[in-house]
């Protein structure tokens, strides 16, 4: 609770939790099978950072995209601050 | 301090149990004791999400029990008290992978790790919440004043005293009931059992009183222990009272709604 939301009455909460469980079953319900292939992958790299390091799920991003020449497999990881980590 | 393992229990669903579990661990936490919050819900974990910890699960206690994963790696440390962790559930796999050897092995271990190990129970009598009480020093019996709650908390007092590890050695399980949910306006139509009710049917002592309340609902929407979340709230106090009272102290009980003293009623509501 920040300071203004105790001093002007209480923040709404149903909207941080309509977007939690949003985000959470959009990871739980895996759809078809090009997407996944992204999600088998994203568990896997997960999987393997987590055996070191504590990271959050959606810090590791990944996407496929097809174009005409070739397909593209961009993966992004931010890392934890040292401190965390 | 040798480690206590507490198990949260019931028999009913929806009486509070993941609600207590969290509001408990965070608040014995927040006293400065290692503090680890175990999901024996296999299949339909929810202690990730009061935790605010969803995003963080990646292994999980049968990953474990079963070696694919080290105890360290799977223990998720809570970003706002580091003396809470939080060891999930799995929510894929099927409840028969988790073996009652793979349970003893992960509770020695968390025992020498940490000061307290609360185990939160699936509803039910069976398999799942017979792990989740095994090992168990001390119960937490959560019920609501309700007739088939409990019932079925008489139930599950049973068990503790038969089934357990304890009990089978003929060792005592120490029994508290924490009475969560209590509506202060329906006590006072009379339209509730009232707490000597339960506490003569039950005949376990008294570990608290919870106030059904808003707060509770907000600390989950956001994520948070509701001791965290909203500590000057009346069930985050009455929580936090509770955990005091696990550690041995002896405070007076309160009851929501009743004889609060005229300096209460001034300075009472929101000090914080």
Known sequence: MSFFSNLFGKKNTAPVARERLQMLLKHEKVGN????????????????????????????????????????????????????? | ??????????????????????????????????????????????????????????????NVTQGDAKLSQALIRDKRLDTLHLLPASQTRDKDALTSEGVARVMEDLRAQFDWVICDSPAGIERGAQLAMHHADMAVVVTNPEVSSVRDSDRIIGMLDSTTARAKAGQRIDKHLLLTRYDPARAARGD??????????????????????????????????????DPSSAPARAYMDAARRLEGETLEMQVPGEKKSLLGKLFGRRVA
Request: net charge negative.
């Open chain 2, 192 to 229: 509730m059992l009232k707490v000597e009710d339960v506490l003569e049917i039950l005949s376990i002592p008294l570990l608290g009183i919870i106030p059904e309340s808003q707060d509770v609902l907000r600390a989950s929407n956001v994520g948070s222990p509701v001791t965290l979340a």
């Open chain 2, 1 to 62: 301090m040798a480690a206590k393992v507490l198990v949260v229990t019931s028999g009913k669903g929806g009486v509070g149990k993941t609600t207590s579990t969290a509001a408990l661990g965070a608040a014995l936490a927040s006293a400065g004791k290692k503090v680890v919050v175990v999901d024996f819900d296999v299949g339909l974990r929810n202690l990730d999400l009061i935790m605010g910890a969803e995003r963080r699960v990646v292994y999980d206690l049968i």
């Open chain 1, 33 to 85: 099978s090009h997407n996944q292939l992204v999600a088998v992958l994203q568990e896997e790299i997960l999987a393997v950072i987590a055996k070191h390091m504590q990271i959050d799920r959606d810090k590791v991003v990944v996407k496929m995209d097809s174009g005409n020449e070739v397909n593209t497999l961009e993966i992004d990881i931010e890392m934890p601050s040292p401190a965390r980590a």
